[in-house]
Structure formats: structure tokens, C-alpha cells
């Protein structure tokens, strides 16, 4: 299991102008569905000060929704969180009772499948940052026919800033300017920003 540190300092200038509009240091974290890699939830959020720390590990887990996706929105899980592991698939029976996790050899390469027997569900991926399973991405056609959908997390981050969110949230657009960035091979990494993203 890796630990990963995303260290972001803020000029006092921005921290001022920031706080005093009621802007957040928004977290996101990719996740391989549908063909591309989805930023679609905010997974954390944090008050803006000259430096910010957001960690997180390599510990899934997953839920079912029955919410349908829309920007904007606080997503709800319908079922308990269940620990997953790559190479594993999780099942939601059709009455909705809660979903269960068995080895699966179909599964994609470093995730996993959520596999669908309800007439309409969504799947919620829960990664455990700053010390809680935090939502990172749910399927983003939700609610979802009976099937499968294969879904991969990835070592890919962003960050943004934004007024009026908090974790949960879903997101089919980010509104002001994002850094993204690619930790595959690191387990730290370091921003600034004084007007404009920058990476150290």
C-alpha cells in the first residue's frame, strides 16, 4: 500500500483574495470508465492558506447508488461501503441489499468491476484520503442498466479552486483553471500558486 502527499503552497496574496471570496482548494482523483479518465466527484476540499497537505493511500472501496449524475449535486450511497482490491469484482443483487466483493479474473488490469443486477444503478468509488473513505467517482450515465462496468483507479490528480462545494459533490465540468497531475512512479508531489499553477 503506498502513501501519497500533495504539498500546494499559496502566495499570501492569493490566500487574502481567496478567503476573502469564500473560495476552497477543491481535490479530485481520476478514475479509467467508459474509454477516459474521469475527474466527476470532488473527493476532498480544504481552506485556502500559504500551505496545504492533502494525503491519501491506495485503500478502495465501493457502493452502489441510485442517484442519477448531474453537475452540481451532493451523490448518496444507497448501500454500505465494502473494501475492494483490484482484481476483484463487486455484485449488487437485484433487491439492493448490500453488494458483494469476490475474486474475479475478468476484471481490468489494476481495478476492478462493478457488475449490476438492479434495473438502475450507479457505482461509487471510495478512496481513503486525509485518514476517511473519501468519493472519488460515480458512473457518470447512473443510474445504470443491469451490467457490468469496469473501473481502474488511477495515479492522475487535480486541483482547482471554487466557491460554494464541498466533498461528495458531482462534476461534469471544472469552471476555473485546474492542475492536473500524474504521481505514476512518485508518491509526493509539489504546487504552487501565485496567479497561475505551477509545479515545483
Not at 30 to 37: D, E, F, I, R, S
Request: hydrophobic letters at 35%; one cysteine or more.
Amino acid at each position: 500500500m503506498s502513501n501519497y502527499r500533495l504539498h500546494i503552497t499559496v502566495t499570501g496574496e492569493w490566500v487574502k483574495r481567496f478567503n476573502e471570496q469564500g473560495y476552497q482548494l477543491c481535490f479530485a482523483s481520476g478514475v479509467n470508465a467508459g474509454g477516459k479518465t474521469n475527474f466527476n466527484v470532488i473527493a476532498a476540499t480544504h481552506s485556502i492558506a500559504n500551505n496545504i497537505t492533502i494525503q491519501w493511500t491506495d485503500n478502495w472501496s465501493i457502493a452502489a447508488s441510485q442517484d442519477s449524475f448531474e453537475h452540481g449535486m451532493f451523490l448518496n450511497s444507497a448501500t454500505d461501503l465494502t473494501d475492494i482490491q483490484p482484481g476483484q469484482s463487486y455484485t449488487l443483487p437485484a433487491n439492493w441489499t448490500n453488494g458483494v466483493v469476490n475474486p474475479d479474473s475478468t476484471s481490468p488490469a489494476g481495478g476492478f468491476k462493478f457488475i449490476n443486477k438492479t434495473n438502475g444503478a450507479g457505482a461509487i468509488v471510495y478512496k481513503r484520503i486525509n485518514g476517511k473513505p473519501s468519493p472519488i467517482y460515480l458512473s457518470p450515465y447512473a443510474p445504470l442498466p443491469p451490467g457490468t462496468e469496469d473501473l481502474t483507479p488511477v495515479s492522475k490528480v487535480t486541483v482547482w479552486f471554487s466557491r460554494d462545494v464541498q466533498p461528495g459533490t458531482m462534476i461534469s465540468r471544472i469552471d476555473t483553471q485546474s492542475m492536473e497531475v500524474d504521481l505514476s512512479g512518485r508518491t509526493q508531489i509539489e504546487l504552487g500558486y501565485d496567479g497561475s499553477w505551477s509545479q515545483k
